[in-house]
Nanobody, 127 residues
């Protein structure tokens, strides 16, 4: 089973940019769909972005479309989330997860489709 470690979260100001990384252990990383989700206390885990195993397909939540970019480097077993024009409402703990296959939009946006969650990385955006 793949293990994931997220990093890159920190305190930034509104309008700043930040890049999160999610490094996976194990040799099967390239076979997984990868997703980024975020969560605030007392709320459900919210979909942010997903990328297919080859990187040729991506899918974004409407709230981040045009500002965030998901990418992956299978040689480095790492998936990235480039976040630009950050807003206070982007503040959350960000998690990455794996999925076995690319599915419908509903499926990709559903946190129950993904597993092997990392410990998360905190992104704080001050206004």
């Amino acid at each position: 089973q793949v293990q994931l470690v997220e990093s890159g979260g920190r305190l930034v100001q509104a309008g700043d940019s930040l890049r999160l990384s999610c490094e996976a252990s194990g040799h099967t990383f390239s076979s997984y769909v990868m997703g980024w989700f975020r969560q605030n206390p007392g709320k459900e885990r919210e979909f942010v972005a997903a990328i297919s195993w080859s990187g040729d397909r991506t899918f974004y939540a409407n709230s981040v479309k045009g500002r965030f970019t998901i990418s992956r480097d299978n040689a480095k077993n790492t998936v990235y989330l480039q976040m630009n024009s950050l807003k206070p409402e982007d503040m959350a703990v960000y998690y990455c997860g794996t999925a076995r296959a690319w599915g419908s939009s509903w499926s990709m946006a559903n946190h129950q489709t993904f597993g092997s969650w990392g410990q998360g990385t905190q992104v704080t955006v001050s206004s």
